[in-house]
């Protein structure tokens, strides 16, 4: 398996432009995580699909941030209008059920820097 | 509201020697701990667990330590190599509360001196 796969690894936009990360989990699994990453706060939880269907998105910062899952492969995450502030590597995990493993699984993170 | 900590934002110790990196919680909820490393430009990956019920966990040169009365987590790494520098993570779960979702700390950037 290639791993939990994200796309763009690097993203330069400018303030009040819309940016898209995509995520693809490892096939099976059937939680996929959305995380940001920054100095002050290290890895925050942002919003959690079980099955496609979100959990808790009480990580997600504001309005302008959201997510979505339409199939068991694919999620996107969507910053409009984005801002300097959000600027931080993001990263997407997935991980099978919780009885089987409480391990995550990480993409290798999109660095997004919003001018 | 932290409610992992990892109070030492970075470390450097020698190679050969031991390293300690430390974790506070403060939920006493939390039953599963993990702890994650990560290179420059690449994803956490998973190093080690320990669940509430143990007090420790060994898988080769890492070990996990675990005081619940103190709501606080060690990972010692034995002998330390060069190859270890990375920055470490610390999560927490409740596990089996249907639910993955872990908490994690800022990390411990961890510099192995050759």
């Known amino acids: 398996d290639a791993g939990v796969i994200q796309s763009p690894r690097h993203e330069v936009t400018e303030m009040g432009q819309e940016v898209t990360l995509r995520c693809k989990p490892i096939?099976?699994?059937?939680?996929l995580f959305w995380y940001r990453q920054t100095m002050m706060r290290g890895l925050e939880l942002l919003i959690y699909f079980n099955n496609n269907v979100p959990i808790d998105d009480s990580g997600m910062p504001e309005d302008r941030f959201s997510a979505k899952m339409p199939n068991a492969s694919f999620s996107t995450l969507k910053i409009q209008p984005s801002e300097p502030r959000d600027s931080a590597v993001y990263f997407c995990?997935?991980?099978?059920?919780?009885?089987?493993?409480?391990?995550?699984?990480f993409g290798p993170g999109t660095r997004l820097t919003v001018l | 509201d932290q409610q992992v900590k990892q109070n030492s934002p970075s470390l450097s110790v020698q190679e050969g020697r031991i390293s300690i990196l430390n974790c506070d919680y403060t939920?006493?909820?939390?039953?599963?701990f993990l702890w994650y490393k990560k290179y420059p430009a690449e994803g956490p990956t998973f190093l080690i667990s320990?669940?509430?019920?143990?007090d420790k966990n060994e898988d080769g040169r890492f070990t996990v330590f675990l005081n619940k009365s103190a709501k606080h987590l060690s990972l010692h790494i034995v002998p330390s190599q060069p190859g270890d520098s990375a920055v470490y993570f610390c999560?927490?779960?409740?596990?089996?509360?249907?639910?993955?979702?872990?908490?994690f700390g800022t990390g411990t950037l961890l510099a192995v001196q050759p």
């Open positions: 096939s099976g699994h059937d939680y």
């Open positions: 939920n006493s909820m939390f039953d599963y």
């Open positions: 999560a927490a779960s409740v596990y089996g509360g249907a639910t993955n979702k872990l908490i």
């Open positions: 995990a997935s991980s099978p059920p919780f009885w089987e493993n409480n391990e995550q699984f």
């Open positions: 320990i669940s509430s019920i143990k």
